[in-house]
């Protein structure tokens, strides 16, 4: 059973930076789509990045780039995200996700198991 447990939100001012983490557990294979989605209070769940476990291929929504690195440990089965010059819209919940292939997408509905999500919330 894949298990996927986020760390690392909190508070902290614009401009400020944070750092997620998510451990991934009981996946098959070496080869995977992992990305982060956030879902702002009151809206729907948006993507935010994307990393192929395959070659380290990355993709970022536009609203990120530039701030946010998406990065993976693979000696420790963990993906991060590093937050940079964080802005008051950031804030939401984040999530972590994960599905198999070797094309990842910037689409919620691609992903097929979840973690329980981190609240970041930044304060202006």
């Known amino acids: 059973q894949v298990q996927l447990v986020e760390s690392g939100g909190g508070s902290v001012q614009a401009g400020g930076s944070l750092r997620l983490s998510c451990v991934a557990s009981?996946?098959?294979?070496?080869?995977?789509?992992m990305g982060w989605f956030r879902q702002p209070p009151g809206k729907e769940r948006e993507a935010v990045a994307t990393f192929y476990t395959g070659g380290g291929r990355t993709l970022y929504a536009d609203s990120v780039k530039g701030r946010f690195t998406i990065s993976r440990d693979n000696a420790k089965n963990t993906l991060y995200l590093q937050m940079n010059s964080l802005k008051p819209e950031d804030t939401a919940i984040y999530y972590c996700?994960?599905?198999?292939?070797?094309?990842?997408?910037?689409?919620?509905?691609?992903?097929?198991?979840w973690g329980q999500g981190t609240q970041v919330t930044v304060s202006s």
């Open positions: 009981g996946y098959t294979g070496s080869r995977y789509c």
């Open positions: 996700a994960a599905a198999g292939g070797s094309i990842c997408y910037l689409q919620a509905y691609f992903y097929n198991y």
